[in-house]
T-cell receptor, first 114, second 112 residues
Framework: DTGVSQNPRHKITKRGQNVTFRCDPI?????LYWYRQTLGQGPEFLTY????????KSRLLSDRFSAERPKGSFSTLEIQRTEQGDSAMYLC????????????FGSGTRLTVV | GEDVEQSLFLSVREGDSSVINCTYT??????LYWYKQEPGAGLQLLTY?????DMKQDQRLTVLLNKKDKHLSLRIADTQTGDSAIYFC????????????FGTGTRLKVLA
């Protein structure tokens, strides 16, 4: 078990470009979460999946954001027409069905929009 | 609103105990957590406590829960320089989705 893997670790993009991040959860975990963390703040919930179904999306997730989890395995988070305010660390986590014993987080993807 | 509050900074000497405090929002929160984040890294689960418990001890870590005051604390005994990091408390409100509300984090600096 290699834990939760996120790629890329860092991404620098120009404003207006599209970016896609990938998360590979722990294989036996059926819940997958995306959080966003800005400098000096705690992570904020974006969305979560149970298997392939996206069950909840935060109001933070504007129409420019889309997340998928085909076949209930890896997940992608795409941001279209990036803005400078999208610069943040994007964290992925996974958990067992209940999640009450905590999440396992990946190392995150740091996005910088210039 | 949903705000989990933590003090921003704590500085202790190596070998002393550290106590990090958190005030959470939902008196019905069933699950509460402490996570550690080192620079440039993701979050590492340290420990958790359920609302039917008042205290939990795990090696150098002691968690105290005061449900009446909605107050959670993390005590680290014999603090080491490797404990320098940001510590987040998190709650799962009673929404049933296992979605965390995180505090803003407490930066712990351990002085040698």
């Amino acid at each position: 078990d290699t834990g939760v893997s996120q790629n890329p670790r860092h991404k620098i993009t120009k404003r207006g470009q599209n970016v896609t991040f990938r998360c590979d959860p722990i294989s036996e975990h059926n819940r997958l979460y995306w959080y966003r963390q800005t400098l000096g703040q705690g992570p904020e919930f974006l969305t979560y999946f149970q298997n392939e179904a996206q069950l909840e999306k935060s109001r933070l997730l504007s129409d420019r954001f889309s997340a998928e989890r085909p076949k209930g395995s890896f997940s992608t988070l795409e941001i279209q027409r990036t803005e400078q305010g999208d610069s943040a660390m994007y964290l992925c986590a996974s958990s067992s069905r209940t999640g009450k014993y905590g999440y396992t987080f990946g190392s995150g993807t740091r996005l910088t929009v210039v | 609103g949903e705000d989990v509050e933590q003090s921003l900074f704590l500085s202790v000497r190596e070998g002393d105990s550290s106590v990090i405090n958190c005030t959470y929002t939902d008196s019905s929160s069933t699950y509460l957590y402490w996570y550690k984040q080192e620079p440039g890294a993701g979050l590492q689960l340290l420990t958790y406590i359920f609302s039917n418990m008042d205290m939990k001890q795990d090696q150098r870590l002691t968690v105290l829960l005061n449900k009446k005051d909605k107050h959670l604390s993390l005590r680290i005994a014999d603090t080491q320089t490797g404990d320098s990091a940001i510590y987040f408390c998190a709650e799962i409100p009673t929404s049933g989705t296992y979605k965390y509300i995180f505090g803003t984090g407490t930066r712990l600096k351990v002085l040698a």
